[in-house]
């Protein structure tokens, strides 16, 4: 198998990086719009990044980030479920 070697660079702005505790996935026939926000503690979420890509990314990047869960937990153990917070 050939490996493809990038040379990828990445600007100070993006290398920061954004907190995101919320996705929000939608799709059209062409395209898959992924919505990463911050919801916040007194309501309502904040989008910090959209990303717009192909159905056939959209597909990669599942199967990518799943090996990468996968191996998270090989490592480090069981990644456990979130638990929906119930209303006082």
């Keep these: 198998m050939n490996e493809l070697k990038l040379d ?3 600007d ?4 920061i990086g954004r907190y995101t505790n919320l996705a929000l996935i ?3 026939k062409n395209e ?5 926000a911050l919801l916040q503690p007194q ?7 959209r990303i717009i890509t192909s159905p056939q990314h959209a597909k990669a990047l599942l199967r990518s980030l799943a090996e990468n869960v996968a191996r998270y937990e090989e490592t480090f153990g069981p990644i ?3 638990v929906a917070e119930t209303q006082a």
């Design 8 to 10: 990828i660079q990445i």
């Design 12 to 15: 100070k702005d993006t290398a």
């Design 26 to 28: 939608a799709h059209t």
């Design 32 to 36: 898959f719009i992924l919505d990463f």
């Design 43 to 49: 309501g309502g979420a904040l989008v910090v990044s």
């Design 80 to 82: 456990p479920e979130p």
